[in-house]
T-cell receptor, first 113, second 110 residues
């Protein structure tokens, strides 16, 4: 079964450093998402991406965050200057069409120290 | 904005007991989806409900979508240790991102 793949699985970074989380969505999917989950809490929406642009973003997704689909297969989340409170599991997800099942990757666990 | 409330937050049951989690949206939904997240894992899609009053079953799991399409429930009959995890509902209102409830963490005591 096709799956969403994410790298790295775990990253430890110093506060203030830039981080890039990478995702390869399912190939025929059109909608891409980043969600995050702080330890023990719910899954929170960060941003959705369709047709090479951001379609929606939450208040969490401030100027420190950016997304890119540089080459038609990868979908990246960049955090420019990490803060301690950015420590969380970041899930990439993709969807064939709006309203359909969202498929999640296994997540990238980010620890900011 | 749209909110999805889910209760209870935690549930501990003896193996063989039933379990139910409830989900309530602040807005009418186009569909509701249920996901299961095992400890340390990622959310995995279980089912999607679209129609008002819809009931779907997957083996010991029964999912219901309310008549007003604002609430939903997941019921597990005769829980097993493999049912352990957090169950999330996620509502889609049609023109907004999927909004997740806080989840119900199920523990099953053998």
């Amino acid at each position: 079964e096709p799956e969403v793949t994410q790298t790295p699985s775990h990253q430890v970074t110093q506060m203030g450093q830039e981080v890039i989380l990478r995702c390869v969505p399912i190939s025929n999917h059109l909608y891409f998402y980043w969600y995050r989950q702080i330890l023990g809490q719910k899954v929170e929406f960060l941003v959705s991406f369709y047709n090479n642009e951001i379609s929606e973003k939450s208040e969490i997704f401030d100027d420190q965050f950016s997304v890119e689909r540089p080459d038609g297969s990868n979908f990246t989340l960049k955090i420019r200057s990490t803060k301690l409170e950015d420590s969380a599991m970041y899930f990439c997800a993709s969807q064939r069409d709006t309203g359909n099942t969202i498929y999640f990757g296994e997540g990238s666990w980010l620890t900011v120290v | 904005g749209q909110q999805v409330m889910q209760i209870p937050q935690y549930q501990h049951v003896q193996e063989g007991e039933d379990f139910t989690t409830y989900c309530n949206s602040s807005t009418t939904l186009s569909n509701i989806q249920w996901y299961k997240q095992r400890p340390g894992g990622h959310p995995v899609f279980l089912i999607q409900l679209v129609k008002s009053g819809e009931v779907k079953k997957q083996k010991r799991l029964t999912f219901q979508f309310g008549e007003a399409k604002k609430n939903s429930s997941l019921h597990i009959t005769a829980t097993q240790t493999t049912d352990v995890g957090t169950y999330f509902c996620a509502g889609w209102a049609g023109n907004t991102p999927l909004v997740f409830g806080k989840g119900t963490r199920l523990s099953v005591i053998a």
